[in-house]
């Protein structure tokens, strides 16, 4: 081996130059591009911005790879491909050629075990625990999320996740029934939701806003409309949410900032649309298209508040033609409040006709 190098004659070595030029333009280009697109949501936690520099990274490592490799194999398409006549002829037998394979074994194993430490060393950071974290625990089920938060050893549910901003929130996430995936792309973290098993994850929101929740595992006919809504708040803010929630004084979510804050009786309306209600049922009032579920201005028309509470709470008592039972989460008597649930029927009584 190495003895017999590769003919390095004047037009090889043409051949080369205009390769790897060909090739560091394109790279270029695509790394440019590559940087260019806006791939990514809001960064809203801490963990979010060293994701996506990792992303970019990988992006400036990956992309030149890729374009060496089409470049080689489009460029020697057109310029050696079999040419009429040219039949017969083909190039010297190669055995071989030492220094060249050492060459392009040792650079993709050097890329390879940096970007595999940066990639630990990243992962290693996004998940340090802070003592001090907050605790939530997330549970699944088709279709929609529960947030349980833990107020003097007392467990408080919404359907609505409530985050404070700087603090580090420890997630601890459990499903009731098939396998989910808990994911707010704009914390760029995502952990699957496994029955009989608690899987856990770590956020440190930073940046104040509503951010959708995602189910990210197929998981049902709910699953795409299996989303509810994070709220990174001040902590102050979300101190006195958690305080009213605890005390059941709260307005049925979305926020204390919105008009008639915590103090009022919670509306009907806000309540169908935090608990994702819309996701599975159509209603015309809320502007919902969901068809998971029945559509509620049909089967409520004629139904009085009574039928309406009891078909939130205990779902499987009376079952809309065309639909099965056990679609519909049963634990909407447990974790929306007695006043919530009140609006709620309410609303739906009302604007159901
Ligand atoms: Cu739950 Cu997809």
């Known amino acids: 081996m190495g003895s017999e190098e590769i003919t390095t004659s004047e037009e090889s070595r043409g051949h080369l130059k205009q390769l790897v030029a060909i090739g560091l333009i394109a790279s270029l280009i695509g790394i440019a591009l590559g940087l260019a697109i ?9 963990q979010a911005e060293k994701v996506d520099t990792l992303w970019d990274v990988l992006l400036i490592f990956s992309v030149p790879v890729f374009v060496l490799v089409i470049t080689v194999v489009l460029y020697s398409v057109w310029r050696f491909r079999m040419k009429p006549g040219e039949e017969l002829k083909d190039g010297p037998p190669i055995h071989g050629n030492t220094r060249l394979e050492i060459v392009w ?3 993709p194993a050097i890329i390879l075990v940096a970007l595999c430490s940066y990639a630990y060393v990243t992962l290693t950071d996004i998940e340090e625990a802070d003592a001090s974290a907050l605790n939530v625990t997330v549970v699944g089920e088709q279709f929609t999320w529960t947030f349980y938060y ?21 997630f601890t996430v459990q499903s009731q029934d098939v396998i989910h995936d808990f994911w707010v792309p704009a914390f760029r973290m995502k952990i699957d939701a496994v029955p009989g098993v608690d899987t856990h994850l770590r956020v440190t929101p930073k940046t104040n806003g509503d951010y959708p929740v995602v189910c990210a595992e197929l998981c049902g006919l709910g699953h795409s409309v299996m989303r509810q809504t994070a709220h990174v708040v ?3 803010e979300f101190d006195k949410w958690l305080q009213d929630r605890a005390s059941g004084a709260t307005a049925g979510g979305g926020g204390a900032d919105e ?13 169908f649309t935090d608990a994702s209600c819309g996701g599975c049922h159509a209603l015309k009032d809320a502007g919902t298209t969901g068809g998971t ?8 028309a004629d139904k009085d508040a009574g039928f309406i509470e009891k078909s939130i709470v205990d779902p499987s008592a009376e079952i809309a033609p065309g639909f099965s039972d056990g679609l519909m989460p049963a634990n909407f008597g447990e974790t929306l409040q007695p006043a ?3 609006a709620l029927v309410k609303y739906l009584d009302k604007v159901s006709g």
């Open 234 to 236: 001040d902590q102050s």
């Open 293 to 300: 579920g029945p559509e509620l201005d049909k089967v409520l």
């Open 150 to 170: 833990d107020v003097d050893g007392k467990k408080v549910a919404s359907p609505q996740l409530y985050v404070p901003r700087g603090k580090q929130v420890y």
């Open 259 to 271: 008009a008639g804050g915590n103090a009022g009786a919670p509306d009907g309306k806000s309540v």
């Open 340 to 342: 919530e649930l009140d």
């Open 105 to 107: 074994t040792a650079i």
């Open 38 to 46: 806006d791939w990514f949501p809001t960064q809203a936690s801490t």
